[in-house]
């Protein structure tokens, strides 16, 4: 990436940071009062979409090629872009890559938006 690429966070999101989260062409920073900005391209409206509502009281974030998942302090999530998602009530966690969507609920589930993805899928692994 060259200088003319570089995503430039404003000041007021530069300091007081305590969580920031990225993804090729967009960032995301959360500040110690869990507010949160995020900056970039905005392709496919993962930026733009995001109602100020989902900009306070923010626990996590986390970005993918197409979307922009935010959970709130309530433990709820709501996922903006390409393809929105949600809103989600009773989440402890959130990945989005591509156009996939998964989530972890209170009760330790996982659950995912793409239905040919299965749970256990996500967990079995080669090694022997």
């Known amino acids: ?23 090729r062409d967009n960032t995301c920073v959360i500040k110690l009062d ?4 995020c900056y970039g391209k905005d392709e496919y409206k993962q930026v733009s979409s995001i109602s100020n509502d989902w900009l ?16 709130n302090l309530n433990n709820n999530a709501q996922c ?17 890559s591509d156009e996939i969507i998964c989530y972890i609920n209170l ?6 938006n793409d239905n040919s993805i299965l749970p256990d899928d996500i967990f079995k692994s080669n090694v022997n």
């Open 56 to 71: 306070i009281n923010v626990k996590s974030i986390s970005i993918g090629d197409y979307n922009i998942c935010i959970i």
């Open 80 to 96: 903006f872009g390409k393809n929105p998602y949600g809103p989600i009530s009773n989440i402890l966690n959130i990945a989005t």
């Open 34 to 37: 869990n507010t949160a900005k």
């Open 107 to 112: 009760n330790n589930q996982v659950t995912c």
């Open 1 to 23: 990436m060259n200088s003319d690429d570089q995503i430039s966070i404003s000041d007021d999101y530069s300091h007081n940071v305590r969580d920031i989260s990225l993804k």
